[in-house]
């Protein structure tokens, strides 16, 4: 089995254009990937190598993770656990959680992406 990472972003308008396109060809790209704990490794390791902080209303609108096999779009409050999670690894601790992430108004850290 070939190892899951990700290959790019892309934001909400695009995968409204894959929905439509979804319609018309058949094919697996165009379809919203397994958030399994393969692709969630994928995406904590993506985040950890290039450094990117980014809140949950901003990975709906315009930091979307892009994989061979589609993409995957949490909810604001999934994102932020997920950011928490990736901060907590990198300062080695456990004192974040998804409110410190889930919206960038109200997230402490400088997003970066």
């Given at each position: 089995m070939k190892p899951v990472r990700v290959t790019g972003w892309i934001d909400y308008e695009t995968v409204e254009r894959f929905a439509q396109?979804?319609?018309?060809?058949?094919?697996?790209?165009y379809h919203e990937a397994p958030y399994d704990q393969a692709h969630k490794d994928a995406i904590i390791k993506e985040l950890i190598d290039k450094g990117y902080v980014i809140c949950g209303d901003?990975?709906?609108?315009?930091?979307?993770?892009?994989?061979?096999?589609?993409?995957?779009?949490?909810?604001?409050?999934?994102?932020g656990e997920l950011m928490a999670e990736v901060v907590n690894i990198i300062r080695r601790t456990n004192k974040y959680t998804y409110m410190d992430f889930y919206m960038a108004s109200t997230c402490r850290f400088k997003e970066e992406w």
């Open positions: 396109a979804e319609q018309i060809i058949q094919s697996p790209i901003t990975h709906q609108t315009s930091c979307i993770p892009w994989f061979e096999d589609g993409y995957v779009l949490l909810s604001m409050r999934a994102w």
